[in-house]
C-alpha cells in the first residue's frame, strides 16, 4: 500500500484541492447569481413632521440603492398587477397608509416582504431589506422624538431617549480567567477543527478493511498467518503502518477544510489563519492520529468475529456513522455540559475525547485536556488488545468475501 | 524412528459438515509424503491443522514434537506453508516478495539477503525477471516464486497445498523439479498435497490417500499399485476408495 505513490498523492493532494475550490466556487458563484427583487410602492405619499421629511419614496430609494448596490436586479412596480407572472426571489410592498402610520403618535406603519421558498438568494435579499428598513425606522424614531422634545420644551438627547441602556461585553474563560475576543474567535475555530475530524474515520477504516479482508481476498494472507510472526506484532503492525497512511490523508482533509473556510474569509478580508495558532495545529495533528487509532481499535474486533466481508463493511459503516455524529454535534453542543446521563454515553466512545480536549486546550485547561487524550488513548489501546485476543486465524481463512 | 508428524483419530467439523472423521497419520523425518485425494476430501483441512491456522475438534496432533494447539507459537518457528492458490504481493518484485518473506524468518539484514538469494536460485528467475513487479508474472513464474519462499526458509517442516494446480504442464514439471531437488539437498520433512497421481508417485517416499475425510491407505507409491494388483496409482486409489465409498 505504501508502495503506491500515486494513491498516496491522490489522496492527500485531492482533499487539499477540492475543498478550497468547492469554497472559493461556491463563493464565486454566489456572487454571478443575480437574484430579483420587485419593489411596490402602494402608499406612494409623504409627510413633514418638525422639519424632517417621511416619505415613501424616500425609503424605496434606500432599498432600490442598497440592493443594487449587491447586485441584485429591482423592479419597481406601482401596482401589484403591473407585475404579475413575473418571476422574483422577494417581494417589497410598502403598503397603503406607511408614511401617516408612521408619522402617526399612536399607530406603527407596515411593510410586506414575501419569500420565494427554495431561493438563496432570498434570505441575502431579505436582509439587505431589513437593514434599510431598521435604519429608516431608526430615523423616523429619532424625528418623532426631537418632535415631542420640541413640543414639551425638553432638552433630549435622542440616543439617551431611543437606547437608555447600553451593554459592556466582557468575556471569561471556563477556568475563569479574563479572555479576549480572539479566544472566542479561536474557540470557534476549534469546533471547525474537531468538525474536520469527521473526514478521518472513513479512510482509516477503508484501509484496515483493505490491510486485513484485502489481503484475505488477493490470497497472500493465509501463507503469513503460518510464519513466526506473533499474533500481536502482525495486527499491531498493521494497525501502524495503517494509521500512518490515514493520518497523511487525515492531516490532507483537514487542511483542506481549513482552507474551505480560509480562502473565502481572506476574499472578504479576514485573515483566519491569524488565528491558527502553532497549539490548535498541534492538537488537531494529535486529535487526527488519535481519531484514526480509535477508528481502528473500534473496527477491528469487529472485522475479526464478523462471518463475511458483508457483515464487516455494516460495521466499518455503523462506527463512521457513530464517529460522525460526534464530530457533528460538537460544532453546536458542549458535550461537558450536558446532563450527566446524556453526557457519560458520549465519553464511552474515544471521539468524544479528542473533541473535549481539543475545547480543553483551546479553552486553557491543559490538565484536563490530558486527562481526556489519556483516556481516548487508553480506551482505544484496551480495544486493541482485545482484538489481538479475539483474533483467530480460523475466522479469517474461512471469512466469506 | 521419529516423526515429524503425527496425527491420531483427528475429525474437525464446519457447522454440521465433518470434514474430518478421524484422521490418522504419521509422517517421517526427512521424507516426502504425499496426500492424495479428490477435491473435498479433507486434504487442505489436515494441512491448516498441521500448519497451526485451524484448530481440530477431537484428536491428537504432534508436529516436530509439540503438541497442537497448545505449543503452535513453538511449531510456527520451524515450518513453512504454501497455501493452495497462493498468491504473491502484486505490487512487490519477485526479489523483494522473496524478501520480505526471508525478513520474518532471519534473524537480521544479512542473514535475509542470503535466505532471498537462496530463493531467488530455488526460483531459477531471470535477475531481470527478479526486478520485474509480481503483477507482470505469468501464473507459472509466481509460482516459483511461491513455491521458492516456502522452501528457502530451511524449515524443518515444508507444507504444500496443491503447489502445481492451475499450471500447464511445463510450469508443473519445472516446480516438480524445484521441489525434487530441494527436499534431495537439504532433507527437510515435507508434506505435499495433491490429486495429480503421476506427482506424488514421482515426488513422494511415502503416500496417504483421503477419501471423505478419512485416511483411505498410507504406503509407498510402488507398495500401493502393488498391493491393489493395480497397474498404476489411480486404479489404486480407485479400487480402495470403492471400499470405503459411503
Known sequence: MVRDIRTLLVISLLPLIIMPLMGLSSLYLQQYQQGVVVIIDEDRSWALLGNHNVSSRDLMTKIVDALR??????????????????????????????VKNATSFTKVAHVKIIRTV????????????????????????????????????????????????????????????????????????????????????????????????????????????????????????????????????????????????????????????????????????VGVYISILASLALVLPAMIRAGSYRSSQAVSLAIISIASIIFFICLYVDIPNLLPLIKYPFYILPYTHVVVMIRNIVLGAPIKALIHLSVALAESAALLMFSVKMFSDERIIYLKT | MRYAVELYNVKKKFGKIAALKGITLKVHEGEVFGLIGPNGAGKT?????????????????????????????????????????????????????????????????????????????????????????????????????AVARTLMSRSKLVILDEPTSGLDVFSAVRIREMIKNFAKSLKTTIIISSHNMLEVQYLCDRIALIHEGRIVATDTPENLVKYTNSANLEEAFIKLVGDYHE
Open chain 1, 118 to 285: 427554495g431561493s438563496v438568494k432570498a434570505y441575502d435579499a431579505d436582509r439587505i431589506v431589513q437593514n434599510e428598513l431598521a435604519a429608516y425606522s431608526k430615523y423616523i424614531s429619532q424625528i418623532k422624538t426631537l418632535y415631542l422634545a420640541d413640543k414639551s420644551g425638553l432638552k433630549v438627547s435622542t440616543e439617551s431617549v431611543l437606547t437608555p441602556i447600553k451593554v459592556i461585553i466582557g468575556m471569561i474563560s471556563p477556568e475563569g480567567v479574563a479572555a479576549s475576543p480572539t479566544e472566542e474567535f479561536r474557540s470557534y475555530l476549534a469546533r471547525i477543527v474537531a468538525f474536520s475530524l469527521i473526514f478521518v474515520t472513513t479512510p482509516s477504516i477503508a484501509y484496515i478493511t483493505d490491510s486485513i479482508i484485502g489481503e484475505k481476498e488477493r490470497k497472500t494472507f493465509e501463507a503469513v498467518l503460518a510464519t513466526p510472526i506473533p499474533r500481536q506484532a502482525l495486527l499491531l503492525g498493521k494497525v501502524l503502518s495503517t494509521s500512518l497512511v490515514g493520518l497523511i490523508a487525515g492531516i490532507s482533509d483537514a487542511i483542506g477544510l481549513i482552507l474551505f473556510f480560509v480562502l473565502p474569509s481572506l476574499a472578504y478580508g479576514i485573515n483566519v489563519l491569524a488565528y491558527l495558532t502553532a497549539d490548535l495545529v498541534i492538537i488537531h495533528i
Open chain 1, 69 to 98: 448596490a449587491s447586485n441584485f436586479i429591482v423592479r419597481v412596480a406601482m401596482n401589484i398587477g403591473d407585475l404579475k407572472n413575473e418571476y422574483y426571489d422577494l417581494k417589497v410592498v410598502i403598503l397603503k397608509g406607511f
Open chain 2, 45 to 145: 483441512t489436515t494441512l491448516r491443522i498441521i500448519a497451526t491456522l485451524v484448530k481440530h475438534d477431537e484428536g491428537y496432533v504432534n508436529v516436530l514434537g509439540y503438541e497442537l494447539p497448545k505449543d503452535k507459537e513453538k511449531v510456527r518457528k520451524f515450518i513453512s506453508y504454501l497455501p493452495e492458490e497462493a498468491s504473491l504481493y502484486h505490487r512487490l518484485t519477485g526479489w523483494e516478495n522473496l524478501l520480505y518473506f526471508a525478513m520474518i524468518y532471519a534473524e537480521n539484514k544479512d542473514q535475509a539477503h542470503k535466505l532471498a538469494e537462496l530463493g531467488a536460485k530455488i526460483a531459477g528467475l531471470s535477475s531481470d525477471a527478479l526486478k520485474r513487479r509480481a503483477s507482470e508474472y505469468s501464473k507459472g513464474m509466481a509460482r516459483r516464486i
